[in-house]
């Protein structure tokens, strides 16, 4: 059975008081100075409302960081944190896995790239809750050791993979996702082995990297889903849950699971 909102297992966590709320760190998406604008002559860091508004309605405190490049910064962060959050966003460098065939830098941001490659390492020393869709999912494949396929569409109807990209319909699911079952991915969406997602991507998981376990197809055979074993929580998503919390019961579900794992770590502090 597809998993479909149902008004019963959406409640937001509206009237939690914000003490007993699990603290998540949000990584920043990173937009460049554009000097013809006085609001912008320096570069921004900024995180989407959407995101803070699942993770708040899921029971967490999001906090946006800021990307730096110090490792003793970096391994504060999770350490306060009691979750982590990477989001989507531009491509992951192929140099990150070896690859050197030419690529268009513009379509990759180095500065987040060193951030959240530091970010993930530290993380999964310290065995934090960790949660990240698109961009995010692609990075933890490949700071684990995995590689990308760096453009679906290249793939064609001869793989017959076509359910790559709706931007324009991201509050709306577009395909069926197949759950393993027996995974965390299973057990976070609501026990859901055949769920609907939306979908807005042009790279996605290839080889997997070590400990990564792929949980979900989309039933044109792209990966969809990915968890890193060994860790009390390591869920990375190809597509943007942070859209569809309020009318997919799956990714409310999603959100809730993360935020409860949060929830875990904050009660044992």
Known sequence: M??????????PHVDVDPADRPLILVAPRWEEAKPYLSETLSPNEEIASVFVDAILAAGGLPLQMSITEDVDVIRHYVEIADGIAIPGGPDVNPKRWGDDRPYDPTLCCEIRDSFEFKLVSEVLRAKK?????????????????????????SLGAREGRTQWRHTHVLNDPVHPVEVVPGSLLERAVGGHRLIQTNSAHHC????????TRLVAKATDGVPECIEVEGQPFCLGVQWHPEYTWQTLETDFNLWKSFVEAAAKVKQAR
Do not use: E, H, W
Not at 129 to 145: D, E, H, I, K, Y
């Open 129 to 153: 809750p960790l949660f990240t869709t698109c961009r995010g999912t692609q990075l933890l494949n490949v700071a684990t050791g995995g590689t990308l396929c760096m453009d679906v569409p």
């Open 204 to 211: 996605c998981v290839d080889r997997l990297g070590k400990s």
């Open 2 to 11: 597809i998993g479909t909102r149902t008004s019963s297992s959406y409640t």
